[in-house]
């Protein structure tokens, strides 16, 4: 009995050990087939179909369009006036005949000048405003797809380590059976595949909330079929934090949108203060005497004077300054958010770096080979079961963690490139002066690696 338990032992430890090598390719076989009629998520066709077809962006750009019409408009003098009328005065000899002619209302010099620079700035404000909204919905479609990526990675992940499970709960009946094993030990490898079951479950349901959420992204029915992302290869970040952080200076739209308002504050300012001057209002009439057939003409000078002045333009000026006021401290608020925010993600990208040479290099190797250890010594009766479960799900766990602190690290990147108002490039420019334009936004380089 001994030596028939001793071979079969030997069987099943031969069997989980090729079954645990070859498990990775089984794994994505698996899922690759439950996949297959989903296809490939490219993450550069997300962004250029989220671009043409995001109903925020595309509101976001009229909203810019529709300001950069109002400049032109603020320009130009007030509509002239067309007036006609009659006269009759009576005299000795009566006046009486049509009048005609035209009016036109004259602000001070310098006025319509003043109000197409407030309205200038106001539509480069909201330009920014626009790719601000463009790059936070890119970066929000990447973390998306990025955590979507992770999810597909650990169905993949617990999917073969519930065949290892069953593995598990065949080896312990069968130990079991010939009295080398404790009944629990049956149940506890159960315990372990109900377990995994629950998780796949909170997997899937994972999977498909943020399937509806990339679709409305792009855009599409949130109940609508996704395929499954592609292979992301992390890229090491090289960029130093004081680059990232004048970079975010530089270029931010979220930061050069403050600035343009307290231009815009600035402008209003002196606005305000030419209100104080008066509007003119000249006039030019025909006249023509029906009774002696004589032609005349009238000219007037209008003069708008600023008599309410201590209620209108002085309260003017102090709201005009008080909005500015309020801009300038916005845009220090602003800047203080946007460094910390850097920051942050600077240094959870710096953490995720690390911890996946970690976890490659140490690990995981480490726990792959503790637990073909604890399947030889199960196989032999030399581990108990608990130790041999606890190798398995450490060697998961771990397995996770990696994917997790690659995903983190791509998603650090995606918003550090929302933030510095682009994507993060060694070689190459911005466009001057176009502080938060896009570069393209599907790609990022560093090191000259290009990357989704």
């Given at each position: 009995m001994n030596l028939l338990f001793h071979q079969l032992s030997g069987?099943?430890?031969n069997i989980l050990t090729a079954s645990f090598l070859g498990l990775a390719s089984l794994g994505m076989n698996v899922t690759s087939l439950a996949m297959a009629d989903e296809g490939q998520l490219s993450l550069s066709t997300l962004i250029e179909e989220l671009a043409a077809r995001s109903p925020e962006i595309k509101a976001a750009r009229e909203r810019w369009?529709?300001?950069?019409a109002v400049v032109p408009q603020v320009q130009t003098l007030p509509d002239p006036r067309l007036q006609i009328g009659y006269q009759r005065m009576p005299m000795r000899e009566?006046?009486?005949?049509?009048?005609?002619?035209?009016?036109q209302e004259i602000p001070f010099p310098g006025k319509l000048r003043l109000k197409g620079e407030v309205a200038q700035r106001e539509a480069d404000r909201i330009e920014q405003e626009y790719l601000a909204v463009r790059l936070r919905l890119i970066a929000r479609l990447k973390e998306a797809y990025f955590d979507l990526h992770f999810i597909h990675d650990a169905i993949e992940i617990v999917e073969r380590n519930k065949i290892l499970l069953m593995q598990f709960e065949k080896t312990a009946k069968s130990r079991y059976a010939v009295g080398q094993a404790a009944q629990q030990d049956v149940f506890r490898a159960q315990v372990e595949i109900s377990r995994v079951l629950d998780r796949l479950a909170v997997l899937d349901q994972q999977k498909e909330s943020l399937h509806a959420a990339i679709n409305r992204l792009l855009n599409r029915p949130p109940a609508g079929p996704l395929g499954s992302p592609e292979e992301i290869q992390m890229t090491m970040l090289t960029?130093?934090?004081p680059e990232l952080s004048q970079r975010a200076e530089d270029f931010s739209p979220i930061l050069q949108s403050s600035a343009k308002g307290v231009e815009r504050g600035e402008q209003a300012v002196a606005l305000a203060r030419r209100e104080y001057y008066p509007d003119f209002d000249v006039s030019a009439l025909g006249l023509h005497n029906d009774r002696m057939n004589e032609h005349g003409f009238q000219v007037m000078l209008g003069i708008r004077l600023p008599l309410y002045y201590t209620t209108k333009q002085r309260q003017a000026v102090k709201q005009a300054l008080a909005e500015t006021t309020e801009a300038r401290e916005s845009l220090t608020n602003t800047r203080q958010d946007l460094l910390f925010r850097v920051k942050n993600d600077f240094v959870q990208a710096q953490r995720a770096e690390r911890l996946v040479t970690i976890l490659r290099d140490a690990i995981i190797p480490q726990a792959i080979l503790a637990l073909r250890a604890s399947q030889s010594g199960y196989g032999v009766g030399k581990?108990?079961?608990l130790t041999l479960l606890n190798s398995l799900l450490t060697l998961q766990e771990s397995e996770l963690e990696l994917h997790g602190e690659m995903v983190a690290h791509e998603k650090a990147l995606a918003r550090l490139e929302e933030v510095t108002g682009g994507p993060l490039s060694i070689s190459g420019s911005f466009p001057p002066g176009g502080g938060g334009r896009m570069l393209g936004g599907a790609?990022?380089?560093?090191?000259g690696a290009l990357h989704p």
């Open positions: 069987k099943l430890c369009e529709a300001a950069q009566p006046l009486q005949g049509t009048m005609y002619g035209i009016g960029l130093p934090l581990v108990d079961f790609e990022r380089t560093t090191e």
